[in-house]
């Protein structure tokens, strides 16, 4: 054993039935762990309609080591993330969801691969029980796009269910950027990893925060938020269009001049039309988010609002974590 510390972060957002036994459930583990003899578990409720934030505050009464960053607002499931990873005071931070998906025994399994010197221990899905048919062919389009549009090295199948080191902590703490797709960073940081099968469990009780159209903008944000390369393919597209263009132009003109009868149709026209006007709204479309973007980075506002923190050593002061890397210091709100 060291005086290693463990801290073990879950978002939650309207999570009331789940909190109790997926907290219980984290101290069984806790307790079986062979390195780390000290830890933290910090709940991050992120703006919490239902009874979540009372329960959490029930058992933070009875548990020093069970911290709570409470928001203002919903501020979403990256942003929470972001505050646990931020806040987690120990040598290694392990991300789990707070509505039981994901299995905590695994973490066992994750320190074992941290001590043969991994840096992210990953659980890799092997099954998904209980999701839709649609929901299971997207996730199993989105990796090898993300992949190939923004040549980070996402392992497929993957949430945000993993252990990161000291090192890929810091790594992802120090990086500036609003628009944060936790998964997509810590991938990005390159640093040696390794994925532990699992069979994700359904969910233990309420719903999905994530409807088909949230889950789309998302998919769609985490590219542009990582990659200009949907850009490149609008000028390249462009260029196609122009080359055939200009071939088909300039045999019209020869085939005109040699006397035959241009290729008419009304039909044609308007399809072509059509295609290229709709291509050009796509286009549109994908330079707006890119300007969105930028909009929201320049705007430079914090990542979150922080209304409590429970169990945490200071009391009185609330930080909240901005664009530009620095911490803020703010009165109670
Ligand atoms: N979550 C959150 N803020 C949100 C949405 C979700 O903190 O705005 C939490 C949620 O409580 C859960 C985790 O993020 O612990 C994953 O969310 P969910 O289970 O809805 O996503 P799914 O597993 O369906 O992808
Ligand atoms: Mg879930």
């Known amino acids: 054993m060291s005086n290693e510390a463990i801290s073990i972060i879950s978002p939650l957002f309207n999570e009331e039935e789940n909190i109790e036994q997926h907290y219980h459930e984290i101290c069984s583990v806790i307790k079986k762990l062979k390195h780390f003899n000290s830890y933290e578990i910090i709940m991050v409720n992120d703006g919490s309609s239902d009874n979540s934030l009372n329960i959490l505050k029930n058992l933070a009464k009875q548990d020093p080591n069970l911290k709570i960053i409470s928001f203002t ?9 972001s505050a646990g990873l931020k806040y987690a005071s120990g040598k290694v931070a392990v991300l789990i969801d707070a509505d039981r998906q994901d299995p905590p025994e695994l973490i066992l399994e994750f320190e074992k691969e ?6 992210i221990v990953y659980g890799q899905r092997k099954k998904r029980l209980k999701e839709t048919f649609i929901k299971k062919i997207t996730s199993k389009a989105f990796y090898p ?49 390794k994925a532990i099968f699992f069979i994700r469990r359904s969910r233990g009780g309420g719903n999905t925060k994530y409807n088909y159209s949230k889950l789309t903008i998302f998919a769609l944000e985490n590219i542009i938020s990582f990659s200009i390369v949907p850009i490149y393919f609008i000028i390249f597209f462009s260029l196609f269009i122009i080359m055939t263009c200009s071939i088909g132009t300039i ?6 001049l040699l006397g035959f009868v241009a290729i008419t149709g009304w039909t ?6 059509l295609f290229l006007f709709s291509f050009t709204f796509l286009f549109l479309g994908i330079l707006g ?22 169990n945490f050593e200071e009391e009185i002061i609330n930080y909240s974590y901005a664009s530009n890397n620095k911490f803020h210091i703010r009165s109670n709100l």
């Open 145 to 193: 796009i993300f992949k190939w549009i923004t040549k980070v090295d996402m392992p497929k199948d993957t949430g945000d269910f993993c252990l990161l080191s000291r090192k890929a902590l810091d790594a992802i703490n120090q990086l500036p950027e609003n628009n944060r797709f936790v998964r997509g960073l810590i991938y990005w940081t390159g640093l040696p990893k």
């Open 114 to 119: 941290f001590l043969n010197g991994y840096h």
């Open 289 to 310: 988010l890119y300007i969105g973007k930028i909009f929201q980075e320049i705007k430079q506002r914090p990542l979150f609002l922080i209304n409590e923190k429970i």
């Open 73 to 81: 607002r919903n501020f979403g499931h990256e942003a929470a993330s």
């Open 268 to 273: 044609s026209i308007i399809i072509s039309m």
């Open 251 to 256: 045999t019209a003109l020869i085939l005109k």
